[in-house]
């Protein structure tokens, strides 16, 4: 079975979630495949906050939740770039006070991942930054073998390291859905990097990611990398 197969996405069904801060844009939880005919065990995927997660609180649910948080600049010049795919005449100084207001379908960046960083802790909630993966592939999966209870060698470790590195999943068709942007601006499978914001961002924009970040985080021990 291959990837896209082995991980199915929850489906499209929208309805919306308001909240002092803004409103969510939520889908509900079917997937592009049946997932009664999903032999155990089986994986999804989706972009839910926590506290609006469709089956319940992830806490009280069956199973494991791996949620994976990044750096709020790069995610910004990521977004960006996949938004500007279907809205290409949209500038970046039109997209960044919509994103930073959380007005966009990615909502307030905040409110997502300190949802999650507050259940961090929780027996069935691993918690992981896409800055350390890129760092140190090999520790976060021998974590993530560890949290769903999964023994593997170090030689496994370092094949899953290889398999899943971005250059190999960008040449593999599995995983890069490359057919689908073939007369877009971007690539679906940009490039991968840490501190690619660098590219997008004025100073007087930075500074300002800066500042959010001592105000929303204070207190959380919540930090990234931004390079």
Known sequence: M?????ISCL???IYTFHTNSCTY???HHETENDSTHVSRPRSFKSHYPYDIFPCGPP???PGNFIYVARNMKDVAASSYCYTHNFFSDMSWDTFWPKFVAGKLGTNDYFDHVISWWDHRNDGNILFLKYED???DPTSCISDMASFIGTDISSDVVSKIAEMTAFDNMKNNDT???EWRFRNSPHKFMRKGAVGDWKNYFT???SAHVDKLYKERLSGSGLQFDFE
């Open 2 to 6: 291959v990837i896209h197969e082995c």
């Open 11 to 13: 489906n499209t069904h």
């Open 25 to 27: 844009i939520i889908i």
């Open 59 to 61: 806490n009280t649910l």
């Open 133 to 135: 993966m890129k760092k």
């Open 175 to 177: 995983a890069n859905y």
């Open 203 to 205: 100073e007087e924009q």
